[in-house]
C-alpha cells in the first residue's frame, strides 16, 4: 500500500553533485569582453617575455616559480594530458589557460581547455569554450559532447540534446553524449528511455560514478529495486562523497522497508548536500530523513548504535 508523505519523492530525480544547484547569472557581453581582455593583458605582461624566452629555444615555460612547467614544444597538449592523468588538475588548466588565451584559433587548445574546465566543473567556461570549439573544428565529437554536457548543466536542454546526438553521430564511442542524452530523458521523467543510453555510457565508461548514480535513478524511476541498488553501490565505490548515491540508497532502503538504513543514508546524504551549498537539496533530504522516522516509528537507538 502506498505510504504518503515521502512517496511524493519517489521519482525525484537528484541535481548534479556540484557545488550549487543553481548556476551563475549569464555574464553580460561587454563585461565578458572586458574580462578577456584583463586577462590576455595580464599573461602577456607577467608570463609573455618568460614564455616568449622559452618557445624560443624549444621550450614552452609556464610560470616562474620552483614549480614552473617546462614542456617541449609541440607536446604541450600531451604535457596537459598527462598532468590530468597524474591528478594535478589547477597545474593543466595553467598550462592550457596560457596556450588558449595566447592562440585563441587554435582548434586543439581551444577544445582541450573546454574539456579541462569542464573535468574540473568549470561549467560556465566550458560552455564558452566548447561554443568556440565547435565553430573552429565542427568535426571534432568531443566538442560536440563537451558542448552538449555543458548546456544541460544550465537547463539548456534541447541544445543539449542536439548537441550529444551530433557527437554520437561524428563518434559513436563518446560516452559523455550518452551520458548527457541518459540524463536529458531522466529531467523529463522517461526512463525507458534514458536506461540503454546510460547503459551505453557504462558501457564505453565503466568507471564513471556519475554514469553509475543515473542508471539507479533510472531503475528507481523504473521501481527496479535491486538493479538500483547494485547501480547506486557501485557509483559509492567511485564516489563516496557524491551525495546523490546516498539519496538513492536511502530512498532504495525505504521501499525495502529497511528504516534504519534508510535514515542513515539520507542523513549522510543531507549532510554532503549542506557542505556543497544545495541548500534546497538539504532540505528535502532532512524532510525525508523526519518523514522515514515517523514511519517507521524509529527510536534514537534504532538510528544511532
Not at 567511485?238 to 540508497?249: E, I, K, M, S
Request: no cysteine; proline share 7%.
Amino acid at each position: 500500500m502506498p505510504r504518503p508523505g515521502i512517496d511524493k519523492y519517489k521519482d525525484v530525480y537528484q541535481p548534479d553533485d556540484i557545488p550549487s544547484s543553481k548556476p551563475p547569472p549569464e555574464p553580460s557581453r561587454n563585461k565578458f569582453l572586458k574580462a578577456g581582455a584583463f586577462v590576455i593583458l595580464a599573461v602577456l605582461l607577467i608570463g609573455g617575455p618568460a614564455y616568449y624566452y622559452a618557445s624560443q629555444h624549444g621550450i614552452h615555460l609556464f610560470g616562474e616559480d620552483e614549480n614552473s612547467i617546462q614542456v617541449e614544444k609541440g607536446k604541450e597538449i600531451i604535457a596537459v594530458q598527462q598532468l590530468m592523468e597524474e591528478g594535478k588538475l589547477v597545474r593543466a588548466l595553467d598550462v592550457i589557460q596560457t596556450l588558449y588565451t595566447l592562440h585563441p584559433d587554435n582548434a586543439e587548445y581551444v577544445s582541450t581547455g573546454a574539456w579541462v574546465h569542464f573535468k574540473m566543473e568549470k561549467y560556465r567556461r566550458a560552455l564558452e569554450l566548447s561554443e568556440a570549439a565547435v565553430k573552429l573544428d565542427p568535426g571534432n565529437a568531443r566538442n560536440h559532447a563537451v558542448l552538449g554536457a555543458s548546456r544541460l548543466f544550465f537547463k539548456q536542454y534541447q541544445p543539449a540534446l542536439e548537441a550529444s546526438l551530433q557527437a554520437i553521430q561524428l563518434d559513436p564511442d563518446q560516452s559523455l553524449a550518452y551520458l548527457t542524452l541518459g540524463e536529458i530523458y531522466l529531467k523529463e521523467n522517461d526512463p525507458e528511455r534514458a536506461l540503454p543510453a546510460l547503459k551505453q555510457a557504462g558501457r564505453l565508461d565503466s568507471n564513471n560514478a556519475r554514469v553509475w548514480t543515473r542508471l539507479s535513478s533510472a531503475f528507481i524511476k523504473l521501481e527496479q529495486w535491486d538493479k538500483a541498488q547494485l547501480s547506486a553501490e557501485r557509483a559509492l565505490e567511485l564516489a563516496p562523497d557524491a551525495p546523490g548515491v546516498h539519496f538513492n540508497l536511502a530512498m532504495i532502503y525505504y521501499k525495502k522497508q529497511q528504516g534504519p538504513k534508510a535514515v542513515e543514508y539520507m542523513q549522510r546524504a543531507e549532510d554532503l548536500y549542506h557542505q556543497a551549498g544545495q541548500l534546497e537539496w538539504a532540505g528535502k533530504a532532512r524532510q525525508n530523513k523526519e518523514t522515514i522516522i515517523r514511519q517507521f516509528k524509529l527510536r534514537p537507538e534504532d538510528i544511532i548504535p
